[in-house]
């Protein structure tokens, strides 16, 4: 058999497939076509050389906002999938059923990366977010419609992967709990998951974990005071436990502020690393402190994840949790996405979502990306200083925070 591309002399990491050893990955019309000791470099058009690479299944990015141009928070997906090592985005509620069908025709249909999406339980998705205007999409119920966001998940059943919610006094207002009722109803009419979101209370993370089914997702789990996870002590909260017990997965989702390293050394010490780790990545944290998937994968590593954990975490879990078996792996026969990573050496300093700074002596980085078959190198690759370089922008506009990440032509 004739291949159109292999990737030769890596160290491939495959946790779903229990690999972890040298192999060459070769890819044909667009799927995975062999894995083997040695594969022929004859027997491709293209070769590779991954050699002293890490090979592993294409990042599966379970919490971002890709919906570039359609809302404030919105970032390019293509603008980042080389450089992070993601060939799957799936967007947490940038669109609700009101712009779903926006979202699908301007940027999923034109993205080079594979965009999947939660539907806001919102109609209108998350429209008023930035550092100088914030407006929860569900302060006002009327926005919160069930129906409409179960017909939107029917419509688009093959792009959708769930139910979205932001719950808390930012997203939700005086709404309290209701948006959260709303949303596990319209995830339970649509036979879907409910991803939720909890920002600060009311309410408090003690409503809202309860409700959660087995296979739901509780995003920003290692998320700082209030809400957090852990006592002041470090002690893990009990009902945090039983959610984990329940089979709740429990989501990093960095973001602009739901990340501590605190209580990230607290979850961990007790057994409790994320099941999926996340960016949460939009406009007001691509430039830091999230950057993207690689650099929250670096961060859990540099805190005492194992690596194959960490990818784990990053390709078979939350493929697992959009029920995509086809992805998150490099299975024969599964889809040709693969990251084709490298562990750099140095000292890289990495800050949390509340300014605390950790020193770690290698992070991250990727050489390419194969989409579909289709070899996709990073041009950025040595430029691994963007971490260094980070300072909050607080005061900005809206207007000068888009043109210092996407220039001022915006292209």
Same mark, same amino acid.
């Given at each position: 058999?004739?291949?159109?591309?292999?990737?030769?002399?890596?160290?491939?990491?495959?946790?779903?497939s229990?690999i972890?050893?040298?192999r060459?990955?070769a890819i044909?019309?667009g799927r995975v076509?062999?894995v083997?000791a !040695?594969?022929p470099?004859? /027997?491709?058009a293209q070769v =590779?050389?991954?050699?002293g690479c890490?090979?592993a299944p294409?990042?599966v990015d379970?919490?971002?906002h890709?919906?570039?141009?359609?809302t404030?928070?919105?970032v390019?997906?293509?603008?980042?999938a080389?450089?992070?090592?993601t060939?799957t985005f799936?967007?947490?509620?940038s669109a609700?059923?009101?712009? &779903?069908?926006?979202?699908r025709?301007?940027?999923m249909?034109?993205?080079?990366?594979?965009?999947?999406a939660y =539907?806001n339980?919102?109609?209108?998705?998350?429209?008023g977010?930035?550092?100088?205007?914030?407006?929860?999409?569900?302060?006002?119920?009327?926005?919160?419609?069930p129906?409409?966001?179960?017909?939107?998940?029917?419509?688009?059943?093959?792009?959708v =992967?769930?139910v979205?919610?932001?719950?808390?006094?930012?997203a939700?207002g005086?709404?309290?709990?209701?948006?959260?009722?709303?949303?596990?109803?319209?995830a339970?009419?649509?036979?879907?998951?409910?991803m939720a979101?909890? *920002?600060?209370p009311p309410?408090?993370r003690?409503?809202?974990?309860?409700?959660l089914?087995?296979g739901d997702?509780?995003?920003?789990?290692?998320?700082?005071f209030p809400?957090?996870?852990?006592f002041?002590s470090g002690a893990? /909260?009990?009902d945090?436990?039983l959610?984990?017990?329940r089979?709740?997965?429990f989501d990093l989702g960095h973001?602009?502020?739901?990340?501590d &390293?605190?209580v990230?050394r607290a979850?961990?010490?007790?057994g409790?690393?994320?099941?999926?780790?996340s960016?949460?990545?939009h406009l007001?944290?691509v !430039?830091?402190?999230a950057?993207?998937?690689?650099?929250?994968?670096?961060?859990?590593?540099?805190?005492?994840?194992?690596?194959?954990e960490v990818l784990?975490?990053?390709?078979q879990a939350?493929a697992?949790?959009?029920a995509?078996p *086809?992805l998150g792996t490099l299975?024969v026969?599964t889809?040709g996405? =693969?990251?084709v990573?490298?562990? /750099?050496?140095?000292?890289?300093?990495?800050v949390?979502?509340?300014g605390a700074?950790?020193?770690? *002596?290698? /992070?991250?980085v990727s050489?390419g990306?194969v989409?579909?078959?289709?070899?996709?190198p990073?041009e950025?690759?040595?430029d691994v200083s963007?971490?260094?370089?980070?300072?909050?922008?607080?005061?900005h506009t809206h207007v000068?925070v888009?043109?210092?990440h996407f220039g001022?032509?915006h292209?």
């Open positions: 058999m004739q291949f159109d591309l292999l990737l030769k002399g890596g160290r491939l990491i495959d946790p779903a229990g972890d050893a040298p060459d990955v044909a019309n076509a062999a083997d !040695d594969i470099a004859d /027997r491709a =590779v050389d991954v050699t890490i090979v294409g990042l379970l919490h971002s890709v919906y570039w141009g359609g404030s928070l919105g390019d997906a293509d603008r980042l080389a450089k992070s090592g060939t799936i967007d947490a509620g609700g059923a009101g712009n &779903f069908l926006g979202f025709r301007h940027v249909e034109r993205s080079r990366a594979r965009i999947l =539907v339980i919102s109609f209108a998705g998350i429209f977010f930035s550092q100088s205007v914030s407006v929860g999409e569900c302060s006002d119920l009327r926005l919160c419609e129906r409409e966001v179960v017909a939107a998940a029917r419509e688009h059943a093959d792009v =992967v769930g979205k919610v932001r719950s808390g006094k930012h939700g005086t709404s309290g709990i209701a948006p959260v009722d709303l949303a596990l109803e319209a339970d009419r649509a036979g879907l998951p409910l979101h909890i *920002d600060e309410p408090g003690s409503e809202v974990l309860p409700r089914r087995r997702i509780l995003t920003h789990c290692f998320r700082p809400n957090a996870p852990v002041a893990v /909260r009990p945090m436990r959610a984990r017990e089979g709740v997965i973001g602009m502020g739901s990340f &390293f605190d990230a979850m961990l010490a007790e409790l690393a994320p099941d999926v780790i960016s949460d990545v007001y944290c !430039d830091g402190p950057f993207d998937i690689l650099v929250c994968m670096s961060k859990l590593m540099a805190l005492g994840m194992p690596l194959v784990r975490a990053a390709t939350p697992r949790a959009i995509r *086809d299975a026969g889809v996405d =693969v990251a990573l490298r562990q /750099r050496s140095g000292r890289f300093t990495f949390d979502a509340v700074a950790l020193v770690a *002596d290698q /992070r991250l050489e990306i989409i579909g078959g289709t070899w996709w990073n950025a690759v040595n963007e971490t260094e370089r980070f300072e909050a922008h607080a005061a000068e888009a043109a210092r001022d032509r292209d």
